[in-house]
């Protein structure tokens, strides 16, 4: 019997993910710098020297182009675009050291974080085509932490008292701005005004970390 070669990705294949992952790149740095209204597939194709044609053929329309982007940007971590389990750090190591590593990660991609505060402030005009995307990204996001919140409690990292719904919204707002203001002054500390957040609403979340 002969024995089984492994698969390997075919050429066609692999440049057609390549050059998705290209436009990608380039669509990231256009909408960071002028937003989704601004930034046109022209401004794309132009980014990567090719024709209006092979943006389309890879995706479709400029918004499914944004969604790729954005999805993109919210779901990996640091300089290398890896994906990143934040929930299962969360039941690791708590809500809020789990937080604090990302807020770390958050450092080395400034442009995706730059990317998502452009588009979140412009979606939140009913008729922008992000704006749906936004109201189910910030609806799962503040689930996810008030259940991280919630087990926290369940098994003795935070004090029971706190509710895990309303501390969860003000992660958001205090991560969410503390970004935004590092991305317009990078000489803010991120990591100290997180950790200054932390400190002063749940500080018994952070007994167990360095």
């Known amino acids: 019997m002969s024995a089984t070669r492994p698969t390997r ?12 992952q290209e ?4 669509a990231t740095t256009v909408f960071a710098a002028s937003g989704y209204r601004g930034g046109s ?17 890879h995706f479709g329309t400029k918004y499914e182009l944004l969604e790729a982007v954005l999805e993109r940007a919210d779901q990996t971590v640091g ?17 809020a050291l789990a937080t604090m590593g990302r807020v770390r990660s958050n450092l080395e991609r400034p442009e ?12 939140s005009a009913p008729e922008h085509p992000a704006h749906d995307w936004f109201i189910e ?3 799962k996001k503040a689930e996810s932490l008030a259940k ?9 990292r935070i004090d029971g008292s706190r509710d895990p719904r309303m501390l969860s919204r003000l992660l958001i707002g205090a991560w969410d701005g503390v970004q935004l203001q590092w991305l317009i002054d990078p000489s803010v500390d ?11 609403t749940i500080p018994e979340a952070l007994d167990s970390g360095p």
Do not use: W
């Not at 597939?41 to 943006?55: E, G, H, M, V």
């Not at 991120?190 to 002063?200: D, G, P, R, V």
């Open 41 to 57: 597939l022209r401004d794309i194709a132009r980014q990567l020297n090719l024709s209006l044609t092979s943006i389309v053929h």
């Open 79 to 95: 300089t290398g675009f890896v994906a990143f389990d934040f929930e299962a750090d969360c039941v690791e190591r708590g809500v």
């Open 112 to 123: 995706l974080l730059r990317v998502l505060a452009i588009l979140a402030a412009e979606s």
């Open 190 to 200: 991120m990591q100290a005004a997180m950790l200054a957040f932390f400190e002063a």
């Open 9 to 20: 990705v075919r050429g066609p294949y692999a440049k057609s993910a390549q050059r998705r």
């Open 23 to 26: 436009i990608l790149e380039a």
């Open 148 to 156: 991280g919140f919630a087990y926290d409690q369940q098994i003795g």
């Open 137 to 139: 990204r910030y609806r």
